[in-house]
């Protein structure tokens, strides 16, 4: 019963992140329908602070000292003028979105041309922001979507290779079962977590994916479960037996795993 159960889970896991994985490549419109609050979510934030930090270019010499002392007089002027900017941002936000999430838009390969560019802006007037400020948006929003796409798939592809190990040592330790349900159970809770985060918590589980400490600490976790099944294959499973037994002896149990 206990081969059939890791067995039955070990496919379920490859179908599943392997279903994933081969979407993300064949339906790329649908990750960005799929994380578009998301996206949204980072381009606000990006282009808040973006508005925040927007200055003046200050020519060099003395005209530029001089520049530097009037611009100092200014910054009523140049507060309100990043107040305006603030107030139309999610206009122009949405605005930008319905473009770029077009796959077939030219604006598209435009902008990745920029990326690659290193493209950044210093404003010479304030004046000017509107427009640049729109650039700036479609920037981020490409770097944004390519980055989350790309970490996705890694996230993806993690899971389907330790579901994938671990259906094949099921079958070339068969006598190592028991030790399998160690790493079998924390591949089961990792995956309910993700499955619940997917269904009730969508942006939460984009955010642990998004190259964030939290999902550094996911993969670290996963390469926990990876370790123990690489003890199993190649180490008869001597740690991942120790680990099971000094569990049981913690619990008051006086079962005990053998080797396998």
């Not at 002027?77 to 936000?93: N, Q, T, V």
């Not at 000017?128 to 592809?157: N, P, W």
């Not at 094949?168 to 790493?183: D, N, Q, T, Y």
């Not at 180490?235 to 006086?254: F, Q």
Request: net charge positive; proline share 2%; with cysteine.
């Amino acid at each position: 019963m206990k081969k059939l159960i890791l067995r039955v889970f070990g496919m379920a896991g490859v179908l599943l992140f392997g279903s994933f994985l081969y979407f993300t490549y064949s339906l790329p419109q649908a990750v960005e329908d799929f994380a578009s609050d998301f996206l949204r979510e980072k381009l606000e934030e990006k282009t808040e602070a973006k508005i925040d930090s927007l200055q003046l270019n200050r020519p060099g010499g003395v005209l530029g000292r001089a520049a530097g002392r009037m611009l100092e007089d200014q910054r009523t002027a140049i507060e309100r003028i990043r107040a305006e900017l603030k107030a139309g941002m999610h206009e122009k936000i949405a605005q930008v979105i319905a473009e770029m999430s077009d796959l077939s838009c030219e604006c598209r390969r435009k902008i990745a041309a920029r990326i690659r560019s290193g493209y950044e802006f210093q404003l010479t007037g304030l004046e000017q922001a509107g427009k640049k400020l729109q650039e700036f948006m479609q920037v981020r929003y490409m770097e944004v979507s390519t980055e989350l796409k790309r970490d996705i798939r890694i996230f993806l592809s993690v899971n389907l290779g330790v579901f994938v190990f671990l259906l094949l040592v099921s079958w070339l330790r068969p006598a190592a079962i028991s030790h399998l349900f160690l790493p079998g159970t924390l591949l089961f809770v990792s995956t309910a977590i993700c499955s619940w985060f997917y269904v009730f918590e969508q942006n939460w589980l984009l955010t642990i994916i998004y190259g964030d400490y939290t999902g550094l600490g996911f993969l670290v976790y996963v390469g926990i479960v990876f370790l123990f099944l690489c003890d199993i294959a190649f180490n008869r499973g001597r740690v991942t037996r120790e680990v099971i037994n000094a569990i049981l002896n913690a619990i008051g149990s006086a079962a005990q795993l053998a080797p396998c």
